[in-house]
């Protein structure tokens, strides 16, 4: 008689990453496994290390009405270096990127409308839910910003798209244009100046419509505690792509937006790491081991522009 091998317990599910996103002003990274949730408020100084296991996983879905999200009843595999997070099934369903695409009419809440600031020349105007705070103003990495007007989500679009139509402002920047004015983006009366009379420009063109206009509302202004207010390092690497195996380490400096800065422990200079690129992979806690299995690109500060007038 053959006696079967010992049984091997299951392995656990490993906690898999489902981003960045700020809370009553305090950047938290979160994970999943299972119907449990783990968030960690994100400390500058603080050594992390994560070793990446594949393959990468839808993370579900935020549907109208829930209170927490949905997980991804597919268990859907999704591209390792795409930009996108979840399943097409799963942003069909998702209630922030209806609300983008405007297929919610009105959910019966308050919203702000902003003007937000990245750099010069990139003034954005967008909405948030008055519940959310400057949540989405800090998870968009706004160097400062404005409340502008305030009413149902309806009249407030209708505001936004005008303030758009105008020219004065855009609904979207990419991502890599907002880094790029890391290195350079004045002073904050510069700043303040610059959003105070955008907004006074804002209000003149939203003259008749369905909205309380907020003229005393203060300018923000995220510059410092972004840890920006030299600017971004002179050089560093953006993780560009990730794999199954992958290492990432370092210490954390204060998040910019979705975005983290991590210095090396060999001085090789920071990673840069946007979050997104992390969400949906199972993360296992490692220490002491260096940062590896990533694909980089080098990151350098422009040189100045030269104004000096040509002598001939």
Known sequence: MTIPPPQQPERPAGWVSTGLGWQAGRAVLGAVRGSRVHERAVTPGAEVGWLLGGPRR???????????????????????????????????????????????????????????WFGEGLLKVGLTAEQRGDSRLLEQGALAYAFTARGGLPAVRRAELTVAASGLARERYKSRLKAEHWWSHGDVPHRRTVLTEARTRAHRLLDGHAVELLADRPVVDHVERYGLAAGAPESYREIAGLADGAVIAGRLRPPIGKHLFLDQADGSGPLLLDTRRLTGWTLTPVAGRASEGLILQERVRPPEPDTQEALF
Do not use: F, K, N
């Not at 591209?79 to 297929?103: E, I, N």
């Open 58 to 116: 839808c993370v579900g879905a935020w549907l109208v009405g829930a209170a927490e999200r949905t997980p991804c009843p597919h268990h859907a595999v999704i591209d390792p270096d795409g930009g996108a997070t979840q399943c097409p099934a799963c942003q069909s369903v998702d209630r922030g990127l209806a609300l983008a695409r405007d297929q919610i009419l009105d959910d019966g809440r308050t919203y702000l409308l902003y003007l937000a």
